[in-house]
């Protein structure tokens, strides 16, 4: 079945880096975009970064850009959120979700989520 | 940023009521518009997609629609199973964004 698997999550101390990683399986990884969505504790949803279908094009959240960098391996299906310089703000269920193309599609399948937080 | 205004930010409803809930952009959006489901410590269900559709296995009792840039969800015949978060969502260009969130609750 279509599946979406976070992981890589953990507590880590502010400036601190982390890598979250997203395995797919049950579809064909490489033909869906696929995003980054996060849940601070109690809030709602924010959405983090976006990866075309090739790796082609991406685009971030004005508060992440220049801190995190997405990217994907389409042979190992696995999408990757390299997440540097890490703050308070950062702590939350960081999820991936595919989309059926980079622009215009809505986000169908998500993952379970991975927990980040930034903690001294 | 397109704003995503989400209302109301809680509802308390019975077992067997119909609720409706808002979501309204700060510019048009056409239909590029999705609302999900959420529980505890899950992961957020697709609901609807364009405005419309309701994703594959959802069933019928989720209905939406559309006036401008308002939008509403609407749950007919509640269940236990559907107190939950709903949030409603834009991809009509990035940042995409989401609604608050409403919470539904049991009266």
């Known amino acids: 079945q279509v599946q979406l698997v976070e992981s890589g999550g953990g507590v880590v101390q502010p400036g601190r880096s982390l890598r979250l990683s997203c395995a797919a399986s049950g579809f064909t990884f490489s033909s869906y975009a696929m995003h980054w969505v996060r849940q601070a504790p109690g809030k709602g949803l924010e959405w983090v970064a976006v990866m075309s279908y090739d790796g082609s094009e991406e685009d971030y959240k004005d508060s992440v850009k220049g801190r995190f960098t997405i990217s994907r391996d389409n042979s190992k299906n696995t999408l990757s959120l390299q997440m540097n310089s890490l703050g308070a703000e950062d702590t939350a269920v960081y999820f991936c979700a595919r989309s059926r193309n980079y622009n215009f599609y809505n986000m169908d399948v998500w993952g379970q989520g991975t927990t980040v937080t930034v903690s001294s | 940023d397109i704003q995503m205004t989400q209302s109301p930010s809680s509802l308390s409803a019975s077992v067997g009521d119909r609720v409706t809930i808002t979501c309204r952009a700060s510019q048009g959006i056409s239909n590029y518009l999705a609302w999900f489901q959420q529980k505890p410590g899950k992961a957020p269900k697709s609901l609807i997609y364009?405005?419309?559709t309701l994703q594959t296995g959802v069933p019928s009792k989720f209905s939406a629609d559309r006036s401008g840039t308002e939008f509403t969800l609407t749950i007919s015949n509640l269940q236990p199973e559907d107190f939950a978060t709903y949030y409603c969502?834009?991809?009509?260009?990035?940042?995409?964004?989401f609604g608050q969130g409403t919470k539904l609750e049991i009266k």
């Open positions: 364009a405005a419309y």
């Open positions: 969502q834009q991809y009509s260009g990035y940042p995409y964004t």
